[in-house]
């Protein structure tokens, strides 16, 4: 019965670090990508009478940082009942 129990706090774990490791990349797309390597492609655009880089850069990335901690309580939410780890399963 343990070992089936460790098997299955592994595999929640396995797939915890995965959706950590999705959304930094996200992150580190969003931030360094549009913010900085980018910005001069992305500034040929306008958005909200800005260019697109610097808007990003300035507040894109944070509404997407904002929307990526949403997104993770969400699919830990549906992990934990996966996985049987959420304290309804008691």
């Not at 913010?35 to 958005?47: A, D, K, P, S, Y």
């Not at 997104?71 to 049987?84: G, I, K, N, Q, S």
Request: charge should be negative.
């Amino acid at each position: 019965m343990a070992n089936g129990q460790d098997d299955r706090k592994r595999a929640y774990w396995r797939a915890n670090n995965r959706l950590i490791l999705g959304l930094l990349g996200v992150w580190a797309t969003v931030s360094f990508g549009c913010g900085i390597f980018f910005v001069e492609q992305l500034n040929r655009f306008t958005f909200f009478g800005v260019p697109f880089g610097f808007w990003m850069a300035q507040q894109g990335a944070i509404y997407v940082f904002v929307v990526m901690i949403f997104f993770y309580a969400w699919r830990m939410d549906v992990l934990d009942h996966r996985y049987h780890m959420d304290d309804d399963s008691e």
